[in-house]
């Protein structure tokens, strides 16, 4: 059974300040990873997927990479903003269109 | 980008009654959309998969006789909790996927969430 982790659970950082958000997942056999943001009480906003066979995918002030190999993908917020404070979640595609979540990293970034 | 339009986003009712979330794919069509469970600092539970035309394929431990689910047309998908009680109060997300693209798979698009309060 796929299980989906994210380290850390909260993260409070200064505004400006880069960042790292970690994601590992113990099936490597994954069609694509992606990255969600979630704002309080609202639904989902995709942010990055990476397919299986790619390393990594950048927007903007974001770039996740993948290992699938080892199971481990990093989420990095260049530049922080308070306005990027929310829950970020990732998720790994498996067989029959099955996303498995992590419980997310929720981020604060003070002005 | 592609649009899902979740509704109604907020509903409080009695303890039995029926209630039914719609999931609109609004400007592509949706092969497969999907339903999913988010208790309060908890993740999203994938409860169902629903493919146009077809019966929804249920996740372990999901009840259909409870959760109904109708995916009858290519953007719109509803899902209905039967004589719901106090411990269905959760918030119902619903996604929906574009067909995809070869060996690509594409992103499931997610609506912004029903949050249902049974009292």
């Known amino acids: 059974k796929q299980e989906v982790t994210q380290i850390p659970a909260a993260l409070s950082v200064p505004e400006g300040e880069n960042l790292v958000l970690n994601c590992s997942f113990t099936d490597s056999a994954i069609y694509n990873l992606q990255w969600f943001r979630q704002d309080p009480g609202k639904g989902l906003t995709s942010l990055l997927l990476?397919?299986?066979?790619?390393r990594e995918q950048t927007s903007g002030r974001l770039n996740a990479s993948l290992d699938k190999s080892s199971g481990r993908s990093t989420l990095y917020i260049a530049a922080s903003q308070p306005g990027d404070s929310a829950t970020y979640l990732c998720a790994v595609e498996t067989s029959g269109s099955r996303l498995t979540f992590g419980e997310g990293t929720q981020l604060t970034v003070n002005p | 980008g592609a649009v899902v339009s979740q509704h109604p986003s907020w509903v409080i009712c009695k303890s039995g009654t029926s209630v039914k979330i719609e999931c609109r794919s609004l400007?592509?069509?949706?092969?497969?959309m999907f339903w999913y469970r988010q208790f309060p600092k908890q993740s999203l539970m994938l409860m169902a998969t629903s493919n146009e035309g077809s019966k929804a394929t249920y996740e372990q431990g999901v009840e259909k006789d409870k959760f109904l689910i109708n995916h009858a047309s290519l953007t719109l998908s509803t899902l209905t909790v039967t004589s719901a009680h106090p411990e269905d109060s959760s918030f119902y997300i619903c996604s929906a996927r574009l067909q995809p693209r070869g060996q690509v798979s594409q992103p499931q698009h997610f609506g912004d969430g029903t949050r249902l309060s049974i009292l």
């Open positions: 990476i397919q299986s066979s790619q």
């Open positions: 400007d592509f069509q949706a092969t497969t």
